[in-house]
T-cell receptor
Framework: AQSVAQPEDQVNVAEGNPLTVKCTYS??????LFWYVQYPNRGLQFLLK????DNLVKGSYGFEAEFNKSQTSFHLKKPSALVSDSALYFC?????????????WGAGTKLIIKP | DSGVTQTPKHLITATGQRVTLRCSPR?????VYWYQQSLDQGLQFLIQ???????AKGNILERFSAQQFPDLHSELNLSSLELGDSALYFC???????????FGQGTRLTVV
């Protein structure tokens, strides 16, 4: 069965420090992987995606994520956190073999950046 | 602006009532997804349509139904509403397989 795990409900980081939000996945085929961010009372905004190619993917707002096939992970990273990065982050995966194009979502990780 | 339009933005209704939420996907997107997000909850996938046909069902209650019309807009119908149905309901659309989904701003439903 396809699944996505975000093992941390909440991540606390001091402003200026690097941040990592973890995501691991399980699909039967090859994955398409996505990160989204949700600010309070807003819809989800797309941050970045991995489809194929370079394992290090760069996205919006200085975020990047590294695809690791052997560890089935797709952790979100940023070298220097900003207070404005505080939000809810969702990881999602789609199995390339899935003809329904269904996205499987993680439970979300609340990121808190402290000044 | 994602290009996905949801109406209404807010809806307050009484228990037992029925409401319809509307979603206009991005131009050209054939897939439409509906999600429910309750307070402090993650995204609960409800249902997916692709070019007018139902493709996948998630945790959608029997009191809820949806459809996608020939012009690709979609409606989510919620009936016999209960207090616990109060949530944010999101619609998202995507053109196909290897692309991201684009989310609307959501409809906040409050059942009183």
């Amino acid at each position: 069965a396809q699944s996505v795990a975000q093992p941390e409900d909440q991540v606390n980081v001091a402003e200026g420090n690097p941040l990592t939000v973890k995501c691991t996945y399980s699909v039967s085929g090859n994955p398409y992987l996505f990160w989204y961010v949700q600010y309070p009372n807003r819809g989800l905004q797309f941050l970045l995606k991995y489809i194929t190619g370079d394992n290090l993917v760069k996205g919006s707002y200085g975020f990047e994520a590294e695809f690791n096939k052997s560890q089935t992970s797709f952790h979100l990273k940023k070298p220097s956190a900003l207070v404005s990065d505080s939000a809810l982050y969702f990881c999602a995966v789609r199995d390339i073999e899935d003809s329904n194009y269904q996205l499987i979502w993680g439970a979300g990780t609340k990121l808190i950046i402290k000044p | 602006d994602s290009g996905v339009t949801q109406t209404p933005k807010h809806l307050i209704t009484a228990t037992g009532q029925r409401v319809t939420l509307r979603c206009s996907p991005r131009s050209g997107d054939l897939s439409v997804y509906w999600y429910q997000q309750s307070l402090d909850q993650g995204l609960q996938f409800l249902i997916q349509y692709y070019n007018g046909e139902e493709r996948a069902k998630g945790n959608i209650l029997e009191r809820f139904s949806a459809q996608q019309f020939p012009d690709l807009h979609s409606e989510l119908n919620l009936s016999s509403l209960e207090l616990g149905d109060s949530a944010l309901y999101f619609c998202a659309s995507s053109p196909g397989t290897n692309t991201e989904a684009f989310f609307g701003q959501g409809t906040r439903l409050t059942v009183v």
